[in-house]
């Protein structure tokens, strides 16, 4: 069993301004609109601390990490 990490996003909340994208690039691109896109949604190690960051600065707190499970 692996504990691994999630993103995230409430849709509604989020209000587009992108700051996630720049934190995360690797895992965050935005659409024509400004609104993230998830590459992926699991996070790996090596990109954790960068996540937090990326959940932290998100100005109405619409970005979320959460710890999963797998077997
Ligand atoms: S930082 Fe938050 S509000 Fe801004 S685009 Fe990302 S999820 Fe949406």
Redesign the pocket.
Known sequence: MTRTHRLG??RI?????????ELLPEL?A?DEW???ILHDTAVSEALLTHARR?VA???????RLERATRD
């Open positions: 996003i409430d909340a989020c209000d587009g301004r992108g700051l996630c994208a965050i935005l400004g609104y993230p990326a600065a998100c100005p109405v707190l619409a970005l």
